[in-house]
């Protein structure tokens, strides 16, 4: 069964830091590439920032500088270091696995919150 599972959200004071995972089973993900996602109360679901299967990555400028995607292929998993945050990336965050030819997966979400 495919699956992406994202854990690590939680609550933080503006300016602090939290790292999420997400955990992929059922397929490998060193062929695809992952990318993070958020969803606010009310607005859209916008894209964070992505890594490519070959390691490099890339972000929205709104988050650029603050936070960080890695992987782990041997893991199975994808990371997303968010650092300094602002009330203004208090969202269900969601990862994604991509790869040509359409095959897409989604994870459930993780919800963050950032308030003091």
């Known amino acids: 069964q495919v699956q992406l599972v994202e854990s690590g959200g939680g609550l933080v004071q503006p300016g602090g830091s939290l790292r999420l995972s997400c955990a992929a089973s059922?397929?490998?993900?060193?062929?695809?590439?992952m990318s993070w996602h958020r969803q606010a109360p009310g607005k859209e679901r916008e894209w964070v920032g992505g890594?490519?299967?070959?390691?490099?990555?890339i972000y929205a400028t709104s988050v650029l500088g603050r936070f960080t995607i890695s992987r782990d292929n041997a893991k199975n998993t994808v990371y997303l270091q968010m650092d300094s945050l602002k009330p203004s990336d208090a969202a269900v965050y969601y990862c994604?696995?991509?790869?040509?030819?359409?095959?897409?997966?989604w994870g459930q979400g993780t919800q963050v919150t950032v308030s003091s």
């Open positions: 994604k696995a991509a790869r040509p030819g359409g095959e897409t997966f």
């Open positions: 890594v490519g299967s070959g390691g490099g990555s």
């Open positions: 059922g397929f490998a993900i060193s062929s695809f590439g």
